[in-house]
């Protein structure tokens, strides 16, 4: 492999995406580190936020902005933009994740505030009742970035870019759905992760391996996107469906974890 | 006083709507220069000011904040006996003739810490002042506490111990703005009555004294010999007489203390410690991010930074307190203040345990000092505090 196709794709994506990147850098670094949110309010919401701002745009910003054939006559090949995308996006954004996680199990920002403070600062984390939320804030965003790059690095058109996120939100969201129902079916009422995160890693799994196969064999996208005269009352529709998305999520989470214990197991007589 | 606040609130609010449209580059047509991104000069200028008047505000009013118990304090009219306690009848029944010396004590209270604000002693007459109504008002900022006692009998039974069993009544009302309050019953030696709001309030630019501001209205009443000339005494010496122990006991199974959990995460403790004037802090984080080419991470440096900065000024006001407890040579009262408000620290509550056990131990700190240093070394040592 060209190192230096490599970096100059890593320099061209960089140039095209650092505001979005400098924007979830910086309120990572707010939320783990200056103003340490406990892991789990923090990271899930900021995970999700993060893969459907940054998803759709290193997916399908060469198809959004009909550039994509020509895109594709460069010397860089159809692997190596693939791949330099993927690895900025969602290396990024996992590696954020992953330090997210282990801050919060280690109670690392309450030992970098330690050396100043001896109170307040240095609060741990209170205990997690599920552990595998943990492992659910790094796997769901994951899911949810995989699915909407990929359904932007394989798109046809270029208006098809603009409601990727979407997708993603919703795509995410019914996996975990069906995983917690299962869960709570199997368990009793009780989740516990044993499907809901295996599930989510290997959905995105599938279809990063899905999308890098259509990336190789699609056809390039030119032309610019058409001109659509939008009604102001289209992004409030978008964000109300999002918002009964989001609150019809937390419902079925909250229900599935508000189940009552398990009864004891019976006592045998010897 | 509400209107100058209004038109205040106004300006800030124009002020603030000024910035927005100022932060859109509407200052001039010019190119945009060598950094594009920028705000404009004269935007920077406005926000950099904003933010550092914020910040040298919030220095100010911590500073005096935490002056202000040493500042003002407490309204003290306390008369204590200067002869022993005298012998009780060796007979039971009614009371015939006596000498008593009723308390009536206003504290601050917050997390187990009791700092005196005023208090008086009546001299009572026995049966002289039988019947009489023994009253006060007392308007702590924007509350008013008011209270009423009369005594109508003394009795002794020699098989309850060395105490005596009054009857009479006893009426406390307290006001303020969003309640009223009171209760009217016996009388019962020792008292405590809930203030649930003291009526002072807390200043946004202050990283101090945001603490709920309850506290309670002490009263007790002693008997003393005949011919005792009495002096002028202090909430040391009014504490000693039952113990700091007893005061606070009957001060948690009044009202109770709610003791700021030590869990959650550091974003929800600086919540607590700092409330409201997080917000002076947010804002004067935002101002300060406009300097920065990268607003964003401007602004996650800034932070940082102003942060950094409230610990300092968190350390300043212990340090203040320190001094004061320190101090040999200043009255008990002040020293028993000082060790109140050592606890207050958000940042520096191992470094304050750390003191208060000193003083707790200390053989040359009056007994007064040591017990309450102590008793709150032992409420505070019960949880957390890392």
Known sequence: ???????????????????????????????????????????????????????????????????????????????????????????????????GVLAGLFDLPQKVWGIVFDSGFTVPFSPVEHGFVYGLACLLPMAIFSDTFVAGSSCRNPEGTGALWLRGLFFGGVVIGISFLVESFIWKGHLTGWISCPVLGLWALLRLAFGYRDYKYKEGVSGLPRLVARGGSYRWIVLAIVLVLVVLLALAFFWAGSAPALPPAPMRDR | MIVIKAILALLLLLLGISVAFWMSRRWSQASSGRRPMQRHWITRLICGALGSAIVVAMTAFTIMDARRPYAEPATMDLRMPTLPPPELPARDGDLK????????????????????????????????????????????????????????????????????????????????????????????????????????????????????????????????????????????????????????????????????????SPAEALIRGLQWSLLALLAAAILLAQLFTSRLLGFVKIAACLLLYVGALDRLALRINESHLKDASAPVEQRLVACSQLTSTTFFRGTALRDLDATATDPSAPYPLRDWANQIVERKGKFHFP
């Open chain 1, 1 to 99: 492999m060209n190192t230096r196709l490599i970096h100059g794709l890593l320099w061209r994506e960089w140039l095209l995406h650092r505001g979005e990147l400098t924007w979830i850098f910086s309120a990572w670094l707010f939320g783990i580190w200056v103003f340490p949110i406990h892991p789990i309010y923090f990271l899930i919401p900021f995970g999700v936020l993060s893969a459907v701002v940054i998803a759709p745009t290193f997916g399908g910003s060469d198809a959004a902005e009909g550039s994509e054939e020509f895109s594709f006559s460069l010397p860089p090949t159809r692997t190596q933009r693939f791949l330099v995308r993927m690895g900025l996006g969602g290396g990024t954004l996992s590696a954020l994740l992953i330090a």
């Open chain 2, 97 to 264: 003739k006596g000498r008593f010396l009723l308390h009536a004590l206003i504290v601050s209270w917050h997390e187990g810490s009791m700092i005196p604000v005023r208090g008086e002693t009546y001299d009572v007459r026995w049966p002289r002042d039988q019947g009489k109504v023994f009253s006060s008002t007392y308007r702590p900022g924007s509350t008013t506490v008011n209270y009423e006692m009369s005594l109508s009998s003394i009795q002794r039974y020699t098989n309850r111990g060395p105490r005596l069993d009054f009857s009479g009544s006893r009426t406390v009302h307290v006001r303020s703005s969003t309640f009223s309050s009171g209760s009217a019953g016996g009388t019962t030696f020792p008292d405590v009555h809930e203030i649930r709001d003291l009526g002072r309030k807390s200043n946004l630019f202050s990283v101090l004294g945001t603490s709920p501001d309850s506290g309670a209205l002490l009263m007790d009443l002693t008997p003393v010999q005949e011919e005792d000339p009495l002096k002028p005494g202090s909430f040391g010496d009014f504490t000693k007489v039952r113990g700091y122990g007893l005061w606070s006991k009957e001060i948690e199974q009044s009202i109770g203390w709610t003791h700021d959990g030590e869990s959650g």
